[in-house]
């Protein structure tokens, strides 16, 4: 050793440096290569026996050389043979480069694979239709709901502000503010910033101008924006998770973002069209699926519990529809997925196509063709076409089918089952990835259309699950039990806007065993063992689903109408129902004796009301003009968009549209 290091004293001091140097490059980059290796292992998994040889050959090799460059570079530095020395010096340096950028591939993979978000920037806009001249004595509509981060707190930040003297009008939902601004009773309200999607829908276009055909972003303009950078809300909802797990049963909450932009901004509010609660369990792999129909009459969460339908829940952010859901079914909610259907085409074509059977359409509009417009909402030649059956469709195709709910009876319920069927299609799918290439591309069609509270460290806690599904090397495969709602049709009256909405009221029963379902699926209950079974071979089986046909349980109770009817049923309904009931007699036309009008309005929502004023005719009235009978008044029952929209109603005569009984649930 001594001699050794007399004839290195000898060797050219500038040998040496770059003889040092590049070992100590080679060390570092094959370090940071191995540890990038075990960190993101989930990448060895895709691999098949082939590919794994090479890799294992590679650093097999990769270590000979590491000792071979040890020894030959002091062997020719000692012997003076210059050229050798500068080549195999050059040779080490190109292996470290290779290695660092292999490194730096897998930390690419690595912030894709990174879909968290933890600190976002909420915005809210104050917005006033474009021919506004706005000024000091117009009256600004607010939401009043203390939790909306953009549509009232940073509201009321803005106002101080901009020093604003507006007087506010407070509003319970949406839907009746964004009304009230096309129909000039407010001059502008504050929204959030992604206002343009959020009320595109034709609940919010409904006027009484022109319907709305024209979409929102072309009526208003912003008058005012504020916006501060804060920490993800949803994550500070869902904390609990960080400490979880996918190795264990979970339940995760997918949203759908119906844009035409590819890309999806997680700060904002969003249409909430698609809302779906999973739940599964890795160690039975097992997977269930709750899609809950956009419609749903449920109390809002962050909107003191008032009811609406749910997806406009998500007009307060991703936090309200999680802890409206949580609300509904009892469930803790681990993890959220936030996707926007337009990659949905990207992750659909990167996967090659995806098997689904296409359902037949109840209205042949399409020559039988199941149609729909494209990922940009385009129709005429852009419109995207299918014939019933199973076949494997592509980006396009799946996005349409996923859309598609006019060509159906059941409408937004058939398509909440078609979504099913796309996510079972693209798990399945999912199960032949075999190959970096195939993972990379995966990466490339979600990363920038989903966003989500699930970590890396929590993706790769998947990995030994992940890998048993993608190999199938146990023989079990993931299955997915769907479920189905029951539900009724409730056309509820909002006294605010004097509009009806049509909403669905879904059955107790059917919720329950969905529930159920998911408990047991979480290892929450035991699951009850079937004691008996019958099965007819005149019948064709099918899957059950569960909930399905289960009409059990209390239906949501709405205000009846009681007019030409007697003080007697009035007060039966209302001992019946535990309400305070009280008569007035006033002069009317209508027989003596008989309701002629009511303070709460028909169709309201029952929950809530604690009193109603009937008034009893005294038969001294004089009857109305009616017009000529020959040339009536047609009157206008078409609903452009299937029961989408609100539907305005004249307010009862002799009562104020905010009177005493006016629905208020909190």
């Known amino acids: ?71 030959g570079g002091l062997i020719t530095m000692i012997s003076k043979k210059l050229k050798t020395f500068i080549f195999i010096t050059v040779l080490t340096f190109i292996f470290s480069l290779l290695l660092c950028g292999l490194s730096l591939l897998l930390d690419e993979i690595k912030d894709r694979m990174d879909l968290t978000k933890n600190e976002l920037t909420y915005t809210s806009n104050l917005i006033a239709l474009k021919d506004t001249n706005f000024n000091s004595s117009l009256k600004i509509g607010m939401i009043d709901a203390n939790d909306d981060i953009e549509g009232s707190i940073l509201a009321q930040k803005l106002i101080e502000k901009e020093n604003l003297k507006n007087e506010i ?92 932009i590819n890309g999806l901004k997680a700060n904002q509010a969003f249409n909430g069209d698609t809302l779906i609660l999973a739940t599964f369990n890795p160690n039975t792999l097992t997977a269930t699926m709750f899609s809950i129909p ?108 996923a859309r598609c709910r006019h060509l159906y009876a059941i409408s937004d319920i058939a398509r909440n089952q078609h979504q099913q069927d796309i996510i079972e299609a693209l798990a399945k799918k999912l199960k032949t990835l075999n190959s970096i290439e195939d993972f990379n591309k995966i990466l490339n069609a979600v990363s920038n259309n989903i966003e989500t509270n699930i970590t890396n460290d929590q993706i790769l ?39 009806y909405t049509s909403a669905l009221g879904y059955y107790p029963e059917s919720l329950e065993a969905i529930k159920k379902l998911m408990r047991v699926n979480l290892e929450l209950e035991q699951e009850e063992p079937i004691k008996t079974f019958s099965i007819s071979y005149n019948e064709k089986y099918e899957i059950p689903i569960t909930g399905k046909g289960l009409t059990g349980g209390s239906k949501l109770a709405l205000v009846k109408s009681f007019i030409g009817n007697s003080q007697i049923n009035a007060e039966s309904w209302c001992n019946s129902n535990g309400i305070t009931c009280s008569f007035q007699i006033g002069t009317d036309y209508n027989p003596e004796g008989t309701i002629y009008n009511q303070s709460v309005h028909e169709g309201e929502l029952l929950s809530g009301i604690t009193s109603i004023t009937f008034y009893i005719s005294d038969g001294l009235g004089t009857p109305p003009i009616t017009e000529d009978p020959e040339n009536p008044d047609e009157e206008d029952t078409e609903d452009d968009d299937n029961n989408d929209s609100e539907e305005e109603t004249p307010s009862i005569p002799g009562i104020p549209t905010e009177s005493e009984g006016d629905l208020t649930i909190g």
Not at 299 to 326: E, F, L, M
């Open 169 to 260: 009008e407070l509003y319970e939902d949406y839907t009746t503010m964004i009304n009230e601004l096309y129909q000039g009773k407010i001059g502008a309200c504050f929204v959030s910033a992604n206002y343009a999607v959020l009320f595109e829908s034709s609940e919010y276009k409904n006027d009484l101008i022109d319907k709305g055909e024209i979409p929102i972003s072309k009526r208003v303009k912003v008058l005012y924006e504020y916006s501060e950078d804060m920490e993800n809300q949803d994550n500070v909802t869902l904390a609990h998770s960080k400490e979880k797990t996918l190795t264990e049963p979970f339940t995760v909450l997918i949203m759908g973002v119906d844009s035409t």
């Open 294 to 401: 956009r419609d749903t009459y449920v109390p809002i969460a962050c909107n003191h519990n008032r009811y609406a339908k749910i997806n406009s829940s998500a007009a307060y952010g991703s936090t309200c529809v999680i802890n409206t859901i949580k609300q509904l079914t009892d469930i803790n909610i681990d993890y959220y997925v936030k996707i926007n259907f337009t990659g949905v085409v990207d992750l659909v074509n990167a996967l090659g196509g995806i098997e689904v059977n296409v359902e037949k359409p109840d209205f042949s509009k399409y020559n039988g063709q199941v149609c729909e417009q494209d990922s940009q909402r385009r129709f005429g030649n852009n419109l995207v076409c299918m014939d019933p059956g199973l076949q494997t469709l592509n980006g396009e195709q799946a996005l349409a089918y």
């Open 1 to 71: 050793m001594k001699v050794l290091f007399k004839k290195l004293k000898k060797v050219d001091g500038l040998q040496k440096f770059f003889f040092f140097l590049s070992l100590i490059l080679y060390i570092l980059s094959l370090g940071f290569f191995i540890y990038g290796i075990y960190k993101y292992k989930i990448v060895l998994s895709l691999l098949d026996k082939k590919e794994m040889t090479i890799v294992i050959t590679v650093f097999v090799l990769l270590g000979i050389w590491f000792f071979l460059y040890i020894l």
């Open 461 to 499: 806690s998947f990995f030994e699950v992940g890998k048993d599904m993608l190999n199938n090397s146990t023989g079990n495969t993931l299955a997915i039990k769907k479920t189905h709602l029951s539900y009724y049709n409730l056309k509820v009256y909002l006294p605010r806007s004097g509009m």
